[in-house]
């Protein structure tokens, strides 16, 4: 799903936002020189977060791992960011990982498996 929506400017800077149901955020993100990290993500003046340059293996088109996270958060929440040539911007995309389920037979927090 698609929770944001960024511009690349003039400078190397994207400005961009990220809204979900419950929270509404603007973001920064300023290029990094030097290091693995290809981008920063600021809010405010707060680093949140850091982006990765990947490529497609099939199409070779750039794309950007990010990685965002806050002490309030349980875990960090990876995305990829994908550029949208129909809008001239680029999408910030999350899929939530898939739940693990018990093995089958196996019991979950103590309670025995029933049959």
Avoid at 22 to 29: E, G, N, T
Avoid at 33 to 39: E, I, P, S, Y
Wanted: glycine share 10%; charged share 30%.
């Amino acid at each position: 799903m698609i929770i944001g929506r960024f511009i690349a400017k003039e400078d190397g800077d994207f400005e961009g936002w990220i809204e979900t149901l419950s929270q509404r955020f603007d973001l920064l993100m300023q290029p990094e020189q030097g290091t693995k990290v290809a981008f920063r993500i600021y809010k405010g003046m707060c680093e949140v977060g850091q982006a990765f340059e990947k490529s497609s293996n099939e199409t070779g088109k750039t794309f950007y791992s990010v990685r965002l996270d806050d002490p309030f958060w349980e875990k960090p929440l990876n995305c990829l960011l994908f550029e949208d040539r129909s809008n001239g911007g680029w999408n910030l995309v999350y899929n939530r990982e898939p739940r693990k389920r018990p093995a089958c037979g196996s019991s979950e927090k103590g309670q025995e498996a029933r049959l």
